[in-house]
Nanobody
Framework: QVQFVESGGGLVRPGESLRLSCTAS????????LGWYRQGPGPEREFIAS????????RYADSVKDRFIIGRADAERTVYLQMNNLKPEDTAVYYC????????????WGQGTLVTVSS
C-alpha cells in the first residue's frame, strides 16, 4: 500500500538550514510528481513545494521561494527538501505526498517530521 516516511526534522535557530527526506512506497515512484506540505498551528495543511516526475519542473509556495529546494532520487524512492535561511514561521510538521501542488493521496499521510525554528 501507499506509504510515506518523513525524517530529518529538528530544532534549529533562525537562519540555519535543515534537509528533510521522505521515502515513499506503493506507487510507481519514478513516474509520479512529488510534493512537500506542512501543517503549522492552524488547521490547514499547506503546499510548500512540488517536483515533476522528470525532475525538470519545480513549484514553490511564495513563503519559501528562494529559500527551499526540492529534489528527488528515484533509485532511492526518496524526495528531499533542502531548507535554508529558516524562519520561526517555518515551524511546522512537514509531510510529503505524491502529486504536483495538490496531493494525489489526500487521505494517506505519513507521521510527518517536526521542524522547530526558535532562538
Amino acid at each position: 500500500q501507499v506509504q510515506f516516511v518523513e525524517s530529518g526534522g529538528g530544532l534549529v535557530r533562525p537562519g540555519e538550514s535543515l534537509r528533510l527526506s521522505c521515502t515513499a512506497s506503493g506507487f510507481t515512484f519514478s513516474a509520479t510528481p512529488l510534493g512537500w506540505y506542512r501543517q503549522g498551528p492552524g488547521p490547514e495543511r499547506e503546499f510548500i513545494a512540488s517536483i515533476s516526475a522528470s525532475g525538470g519542473d519545480t513549484r514553490y509556495a511564495d513563503s519559501v521561494k528562494d529559500r527551499f529546494i526540492i529534489g528527488r532520487a528515484d533509485a532511492e524512492r526518496t524526495v528531499y527538501l533542502q531548507m535554508n535561511n529558516l524562519k520561526p514561521e517555518d515551524t511546522a510538521v512537514y509531510y510529503c505526498n505524491a502529486g504536483y501542488i495538490f496531493p494525489k493521496f489526500s487521505q494517506i499521510w505519513g507521521q510527518g517530521t517536526l521542524v522547530t525554528v526558535s532562538s
